[in-house]
């Protein structure tokens, strides 16, 4: 059976995280996925699939958040200025539903994928990898890159 992308769900170091649904997408690239071996905070040895960096637009209407996935303060703020104001995307799940089934979350079908990150703060939490702004007409650009901001991937927005 092929699996079909349903939505993102980003994992922020507050604990909070931000689902999105694939209609809410715009221009995504995920750069150089590799498998690794290893361990992760004190946890048990696994497989970990990091990447070199991300780039996404994220629609307007991708504003609209469940409030079971994130604390008051993203729901004050609204996610692209939360996003923008603090940068601290850890990783993503890629869910996926497999048809015949429900929804992605139902049948636990992911992918976790890690972004690079470089603490830009004492409390580790802010990543100077990740950069993002929100555009004249209302869409979120993220960028998660060592060598690139958003504003030179995406300048002409």
């Not at 070199?52 to 629609?59: D, F, G, R, T």
């Not at 802010?126 to 209302?138: A, K, M, R, V, W």
Request: glycine share 8%; with cysteine.
């Amino acid at each position: 059976m092929k699996k079909e992308v349903t939505a993102l769900k980003f994992y922020l170091r507050n604990g909070e995280t931000w689902t999105i649904k694939k209609e809410y997408i715009g221009d995504l690239w995920i750069k150089q996925i590799s498998k690794s071996f290893g361990r992760i905070g004190g946890g048990e040895l696994e497989e970990i699939y990091p990447c070199e960096s991300l780039k996404i637009e994220i629609l307007p209407n991708a504003e609209q958040v469940k409030s079971a996935d994130i604390n008051l303060g993203g729901l004050e703020l609204g996610m692209f200025e939360r996003i923008t104001k603090q940068p601290d995307i850890e990783k993503m799940d890629i869910l996926y539903a497999v048809p015949g089934d429900k929804t992605a979350e139902e049948i636990n079908e992911k992918d976790r994928v890690y972004f690079p990150y470089q603490a830009g703060d004492v409390d580790g939490n802010d990543n100077d990898y990740q950069t993002g702004f929100i555009s004249e007409d209302g869409h979120l650009f993220i960028v998660i890159d060592p060598n690139k901001t958003a504003e030179e991937i995406y300048s002409n927005k």
